[in-house]
């Protein structure tokens, strides 16, 4: 595949989604490397919706550590059960917070954000990443991201 991208600019969000996630397994299914594919998720997620800040945080030991992302420098660690990551690792499920100044605890590595959704990439039932995206758009996220965004993390193969 070429590493061209092909969505249409004036579709739904939800159209954009449905365009997009071939391309990413057509993508993704030859590379066994996790991060390259990581790193070429956060990029065609930023390049499609323009999100302000996209990337993976990866379990390491006892934290969630910083991987590959698009968007301007971010918190490098981030602990069980802290923040919006934190809280995804610890449920093992989606978070969508249309307000982070609304989420209590929430980590603010860039005050410019302003809603989120982090998604876990789970293996034998246990979280070994989150994809965190943020917007500078107040309630930018909603199920349709939700459901997208598991189908895109379940493309990774660990």
């Excluded at 365009?19 to 990413?24: A, D, E």
């Amino acid at each position: 595949m070429a590493e061209d991208l092909y969505v249409p600019k004036e579709a739904s969000k939800e159209k954009k989604y449905e365009s997009l996630i071939p391309q990413l397994k057509a993508l993704t299914e030859d590379e066994p490397d996790l991060i390259a594919n990581m790193a070429n998720i956060a990029a065609a997620l930023k390049e499609v919706f323009n999100f302000f800040w996209v990337g993976f945080y990866r379990v390491v030991d006892d934290l969630l550590v910083l991987g590959p992302f698009q968007g301007p420098v971010a918190c490098t660690r981030i602990s069980y059960g802290k923040g919006v990551c934190g809280t995804s690792w610890k449920e093992s499920k989606t978070q969508i917070v249309p307000n982070v100044d609304e989420f209590q605890g929430h980590i603010a590595c860039s005050s410019l954000s302003k809603s989120e959704i982090v998604v876990p990439l789970l293996k034998d039932g246990s979280v070994k990443a989150v994809l965190d995206v943020d917007s500078d758009i107040l309630e930018n996220f909603d199920e349709t991201d939700a459901r997208f965004l598991e189908k895109i993390v379940a493309l990774l193969n660990f």
